[in-house]
């Protein structure tokens, strides 16, 4: 046999493989995917789309270039600001990190989304977590002690965050922003539920980085993010990432997806019509935290109880995040993603018989 482990990075060795449950679910509501598919003509059309791709060739430059002159054009971006393209954001996270410099310290307010640590340890970055505020604020004084003594730093943050729903107030994020030696990126993963947005900072700040991902609004499948950010930082980050990392069938599906913005955002529309829905009904039942994203934090009355609730869920077919695992701010909590108004309804009373 081969010592495997002696030739394993330590930052990976430590971590368990990112995990996404097996099985179907006739109602999933773990992982913030639009519940809504492409209506069916759109389908149609689509496939269309897709006739035309070059399955033979590798990716043209050229189609990538016109997918990133299109988002930068609907963004508004200033000439200075360029784009870099991801096979999903965690790839443009992951392409980050792998830019950076030994010396630059990952720091991220916790909890928050599980990658900025994950990919930080793999490549054998040091990360530092700062503890959010009881309400789940952004303690800023603590962050901006981390990023001062830790320069040169990089601050990750989940715009709103993930598992939380927060959306940080902008004159915080702009106070850590103005920190000398710290770069900052504003992750917007969720940007279609809470319509707020740094991409309009960039022009006057290169020292922010702003991504965003399709995945939550309709294209998980497709796997597509991007990155905007000065262009100094784009030459840079365009040298890691790997050639034709986008393929012709997402870049095509994408410039399909730009000429029905209007579906996508009518989806965005009802499902944060449903999220105030799904609130207010939680809110009668346990503890649940506001949010501007497409998901709700939640705590049972019995915090012990999350792990029974949520197997009790599972076994009538409604699988959602039970988080409750990381402990700490997240001790006995669970997080629904917000599906469509039959799937809540569902949701909500299968949740009434487990409590
Ligand atoms: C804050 C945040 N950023 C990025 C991602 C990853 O998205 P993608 O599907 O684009 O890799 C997620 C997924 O849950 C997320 O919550």
């Not at 965003?212 to 998980?220: F, I, M, P, V």
């Not at 050639?243 to 000429?259: G, K, R, W």
């Given at each position: 046999m081969v010592d495997v482990e002696r030739f394993i990075a330590q930052g990976v060795r430590n971590r368990s493989a990112y995990h996404v449950p097996p099985g179907e679910f006739p109602i999933k509501l773990d992982a913030m995917e639009s519940p809504y598919r492409l209506p069916i003509e759109l389908r149609d059309r689509w496939l269309h789309a897709l006739r035309e791709v070059s399955l033979n060739r590798y990716p043209s430059p050229d189609h990538y270039e016109r997918v990133k002159a299109r988002l930068a054009q609907d963004a508004r971006l200033s000439v200075d600001t360029g784009v870099i393209l991801g096979n999903g954001s965690d790839e443009i996270l992951q392409n980050i990190l792998l830019a950076m410099a030994r010396e630059v310290t990952v720091v991220a307010p916790t909890p928050t989304f599980v990658m900025y640590e994950q990919i930080a340890s793999i490549l054998g970055r040091r990360f530092v977590g700062v503890p959010l505020k009881e309400d789940f604020g952004l303690d800023v004084e603590a962050l901006r002690a981390a990023l001062v003594r830790h320069a040169p730093a990089l601050l990750f943050l989940a715009y709103p965050n993930n598992p939380t729903g927060t959306l940080y107030p902008e004159s915080e994020i702009r106070a850590l922003v103005a920190i000398d030696d710290a770069v900052v990126v504003v992750d917007e993963?969720?940007?279609?539920?809470?319509?707020?947005?740094?991409?309009?900072?960039?022009?006057?700040?290169?020292?922010?980085?702003?991504?965003?991902?399709?995945?939550?609004?309709?294209?998980?499948?497709?796997?597509?993010?991007?990155?905007?950010?000065?262009?100094?930082?784009?030459?840079?980050?365009?040298?890691?990432?790997?050639?034709?990392?986008?393929?012709?069938?997402?870049?095509?599906?994408?410039?399909?997806?730009?000429?029905?913005?209007?579906?996508?955002?009518?989806?965005?529309?009802?499902?944060?019509?449903?999220r105030g829905r799904l609130y207010e009904a939680l809110r009668t039942q346990v503890t649940v935290w506001p949010s501007e994203a497409n998901f709700l934090l939640f705590r049972p009355p019995v915090p012990e109880d999350a792990d029974r609730i949520h197997g009790r869920l599972k076994a009538a077919g409604i699988l959602i995040k039970n988080v409750a695992g990381a402990g700490g701010a997240l001790r006995g909590c669970l997080r629904v993603t917000v599906g469509t108004p039959a799937e809540n309804s569902a949701f909500l009373a299968a949740l009434a018989q487990a409590l």
């Open positions: 993963a969720y940007h279609p539920f809470a319509q707020a947005s740094f991409m309009g900072t960039l022009a006057d700040e290169p020292r922010l980085m702003v991504v965003r991902t399709l995945s939550k609004q309709g294209l998980a499948g497709l796997r597509f993010g991007w990155l905007a950010a000065h262009r100094s930082w784009i030459a840079e980050l365009d040298k890691v990432r790997l050639p034709y990392n986008v393929s012709s069938v997402t870049a095509a599906s994408i410039e399909f997806a730009f000429d029905y913005a209007d579906v996508f955002a009518d989806q965005a529309a009802r499902i944060r019509a449903e």
